[in-house]
T-cell receptor, first 111, second 114 residues
């Protein structure tokens, strides 16, 4: 069974700190990875996608991918209370059509 | 304009009933999906259609039957509803089924089976 695993949290960080969210995956064929943010009672929305080893930055968000270690992370700099949500990590094998989601990490940013 | 829409937003029904959830996307995407999110927030793929053709059919009870009349619509019909079917059902779409495209999610349908 191909899986994506995340620590369910909750992860609590003070406002202005860096929040670090981690994810591991079991399918070595996974080629593309996504971080979605889901507010309570709302639908998931894409934050970042990453396909190559290394870092990808977009504003306050940095995604990191290490295919050798089968590890994906999301860093949120200058965390804001509005960042409080569940963050879903997802991986996809381009040979297939399925996106496999992790169970999500709940993040709380304390004002 | 709403990109991916679902109706109804809430659905409360008795065990044994049959119900349908409708989904429409106006993004011009070729691929649509149904996901189930349980109480633990785990989002799991159920079905996917690409240009009205079924391409993903996960291990889902055959009481669940998707229908795609055209590539902008993907409906989900559920027969003989059970308590365990209670969840939030999300419809999503992407440009095509390849691995590099973002999926856009609808607002979800919260199904409660009593």
């Amino acid at each position: 069974q191909k899986e994506v695993e995340q620590n369910s949290g909750p992860l609590s960080v003070p406002e202005g700190a860096i929040a670090s969210l981690n994810c591991t995956y079991s399918d070595r064929g996974s080629q593309s990875f996504f971080w979605y943010r889901q507010y309570s009672g709302k639908s998931p929305e894409l934050i970042m996608s990453i396909y190559s080893n290394g870092d990808k930055e977009d504003g306050r968000f940095t995604a990191q991918l290490n295919k050798a270690s089968q590890y994906v992370s999301l860093l949120i700099r200058d965390s804001q209370p509005s960042d409080s949500a569940t963050y879903l990590c997802a991986g996809r094998n381009t040979g297939g059509f399925k996106t496999i989601f992790g169970a999500g990490t709940r993040l709380f940013v304390k004002a | 304009d709403t990109a991916v829409s679902q109706t109804p937003k809430y659905l409360v029904t008795q065990m044994g009933n049959d119900k349908s959830i409708k989904c429409e996307q106006n993004l011009g995407h070729d691929t649509m999906y149904w996901y189930k999110q349980d109480s633990k927030k785990f989002l799991k793929i159920m079905f996917s259609y690409n240009n009205k053709e079924l391409i993903i059919n996960e291990t889902v009870p055959n009481r669940f039957s998707p229908k795609s009349p055209d590539k902008a619509h993907l409906n989900l019909h559920i027969n003989s509803l059970e308590l365990g079917d209670s969840a939030v059902y999300f419809c999503a779409s992407s440009q095509d089924p390849s691995g590099y495209n973002e999926q856009f999610f609808g607002p979800g349908t919260r199904l409660t089976v009593l």
